[in-house]
T-cell receptor, first 110, second 110 residues
Framework: ETGVTQSPTHLIKTRGQQVTLRCSSQSGHNTVSWYQQALGQGPQFIFQYYREEENGRGNFPPRFSGLQFPNYSSELNVNALELDDSALYLC?????????FGSGTRLTVV | QKEVEQNSGPLSVPEGAIASLNCTYSDRVSQSFFWYRQYSGKSPELIMSIYSNGDKEDGRFTAQLNKASQYVSLLIRDSQPSDSATYLCAVTYYGQNFVFGPGTRLSVLP
């Protein structure tokens, strides 16, 4: 049991729609990172939040946005979905360099 | 641009043999190094972390780090069919985001 919970586990959306993915961090972890893992590839860094502020971003367009809440839970929002957004989305919470991954959300865009 | 490279495999070894997985990284200031195991459709799970040059052993797993050569490896002794998975190498610098390699698919044949 990882202590990091992601919801939903699976999701199917239509191209052009918007989606919100959620992550509940492990207790006490004040940093959350989001990764996109396409089939057959390693996870790619989307962005990271520390105490509700974005403090790092990977090479993803602005239609990928996020929030971190005072209880350190987090959301990933993706607007104007494209077929290539189909992937496993992973949330990782951390405290002082110790990372824990959630079980992921499998997003399929049709 | 930080890059992490791995042979994509598949790497096939017979049960009981030693599996050797390799990873090179481009950024000399990388500080922390991790090996994750990922079963199909699941999230990555941490196997080993290593921070200093040399070897680190944990059960059947040994991580080896050579910062001068920018090289990190994972040895799995007495490989079991349950070790069949994709192994992801990840590097990070002072708590910044992980940079993952593409992963090496390992198949342990009974």
């Amino acid at each position: 049991e990882t202590g990091v919970t992601q919801s939903p586990t699976h999701l199917i959306k239509t191209r052009g729609q918007q989606v919100t993915l959620r992550c509940s961090s492990q207790s006490g972890h004040n940093t959350v990172s989001w990764y996109q893992q396409a089939l057959g590839q390693g996870p790619q860094f989307i962005f990271q939040y520390y105490r509700e502020e974005e403090n790092g971003r990977g090479n993803f367009p602005p239609r990928f946005s996020g929030l971190q809440f005072p209880n350190y839970s987090s959301e990933l929002n993706v607007n104007a979905l494209e077929l290539d957004d189909s992937a496993l989305y992973l949330c990782a919470s951390s405290l002082e360099g110790s990372y824990t991954f959630g079980s992921g959300t499998r997003l399929t865009v049709v | 641009q930080k890059e992490v490279e791995q042979n994509s495999g598949p790497l096939s070894v017979p049960e009981g043999a030693i599996a050797s997985l390799n990873c090179t990284y481009s950024d000399r200031v990388s500080q922390s190094f991790f090996w994750y195991r990922q079963y199909s459709g699941k999230s990555p799970e941490l196997i080993m972390s290593i921070y200093s040059n040399g070897d680190k052993e944990d059960g059947r797993f040994t991580a080896q780090l050579n910062k001068a050569s920018q090289y990190v490896s994972l040895l799995i002794r007495d490989s079991q069919p349950s070790d069949s998975a994709t192994y992801l190498c990840a590097v990070t610098y002072y708590g910044q985001n992980f940079v993952f390699g593409p992963g090496t698919r390992l198949s342990v044949l009974p």
